[in-house]
């Protein structure tokens, strides 16, 4: 049984093809530039050469394409986008025309002999079997999972941050256990446009599960062997973009806070963590600051271990708690992939004990 595992982030795209046949750490994976990463580049690109660019595709993650847009915008170059692309860079159209880009019918093109074309999706399967067919992998895979970081679809007017911590909030309250957050495709709230869109990219025919990106590293950092002999403990994954922590007893959710990782250094991070554990942080502090936002179930723990995952050690260095870096089969990277296949056995209870087996390493 194989299951390809791609994890979005804003930095990287980490990819495992994980197959129950074969020992864990045996199994195929990559770390790639994340897709809007590329996306940048290629703007930044156009831009030194004083090209106009035009957007097509669907909605994925902005960030760094959208900040390589508006440098872009900004020189006077020209850019077109199809409203489903535009939606990458705001919920509200409105805003991305006050960007500089004229919003098109999805059938049109500008005809201008040097225009850049860029077609905008978070999951490219075709660049990953290529990627995958140079090495003489057999790239064929029975469950796709993926993790991106939705923010969902805000009405206008509605703070993004806000829209995307009361969905999370909404799934705490319906249960509290990370698995909550694993989406089959037809599950998908339609808010989760990026979600809806990931599904749009992938293959019809074959099974397609979503999480959320810090639900899948924490799912991950519980596959590490130190992390799992504690029973209270908080998992922090340090993104590029956002930092979310959440605090479990055993499987449950306690509470959790999600922050954005520029905005925090080691001393902002070990108060958010030590406020979250002892049931005083509050929501407010976190989204008067920039952040999310927080909720807490339950508090007042005096003893609690912390396991870290993501590539922002920098910021995890200087703190002064004793912070363990989670390395599930020796790979803190892919974290977010183990948690996805972590998920795929929770969710699919014909390959559970198959999935587990070879998670376990029982042979």
């Given at each position: ?41 290629r ?34 170059l020209?850019?077109?986008a199809?409203?489903?692309a ?46 995958l067919?140079?090495f ?81 590293a924490?799912?991950g ?6 992390v ?5 403990l ?33 001393a902002?991070?070990?108060l ?13 502090d ?24 993501g ?9 002064l ?8 089969y ?34």
């Amino acid at each position: 049984m194989r299951i390809l595992a791609v994890d979005i982030g804003t930095g990287t795209q980490d990819i495992l093809l994980f197959d129950t046949a074969k020992v864990v750490e045996n199994c195929v994976k990559m770390v790639m530039p994340s897709p809007t990463a590329i996306v940048a580049e290629r703007i930044s690109r156009a831009t030194a050469q004083g090209r106009p660019i035009m957007f097509a595709g669907v909605t994925m993650g902005g960030g760094p394409s959208k900040r390589a847009l508006s440098r872009h915008t900004a020189k006077g170059l020209e850019a077109y986008a199809t409203a489903e692309a535009a939606l990458t860079f705001h919920d509200d159209l409105y805003v991305v025309r006050e960007m500089g880009v004229k919003i098109i019918a999805a059938d049109e093109t500008p005809r201008m002999p040097d225009l850049e074309t860029i077609l905008l999706k978070d999951l490219d399967l075709e660049a990953i079997r290529r990627a995958l067919g140079v090495f003489g992998i057999d790239h064929g895979f029975d469950v796709l999972a993926v993790a991106v970081l939705d923010h969902g679809f805000a009405p206008p007017g509605v703070s993004n941050r806000l829209f995307r911590f009361d969905h999370l909030r909404r799934l705490i309250n319906q249960r509290n256990e990370l698995v909550t957050f694993a989406y089959w495709k037809e599950e998908l709230p339609v808010y989760l446009t990026r979600a809806k869109a990931v599904a749009q990219s992938a293959d019809p025919d074959v099974p397609l599960l979503l999480l959320d990106t810090g639900v899948a590293a924490a799912l991950g950092a519980l596959r590490d062997n130190e992390v799992l002999r504690h029973q209270d403990l908080v998992t922090v994954n340090m993104g590029n973009s956002h930092t979310i922590a959440f605090h479990l007893h055993g499987m449950s959710i306690e509470g959790f806070f999600e922050h954005h990782t520029n905005l925090i250094d080691a001393a902002d991070l070990d108060l958010l963590i030590t406020k979250l554990v002892q049931g005083t942080l509050s929501h407010e502090d976190v989204y008067e600051a920039g952040g999310h936002g927080a909720i807490v179930l339950r508090g007042d723990r005096r003893r609690f271990f912390v396991a870290a995952t993501g590539p922002r050690w920098d910021v995890i260095a200087g703190s002064l708690l004793k912070t363990y870096r989670a390395c599930p089969y020796g790979d803190t990277m892919l974290a977010g992939c183990y948690g996805l296949v972590s998920a795929c056995a929770m969710r699919m209870e014909a390959w559970h004990e198959e999935i587990e087996r070879t998670l376990s390493g029982v042979s």
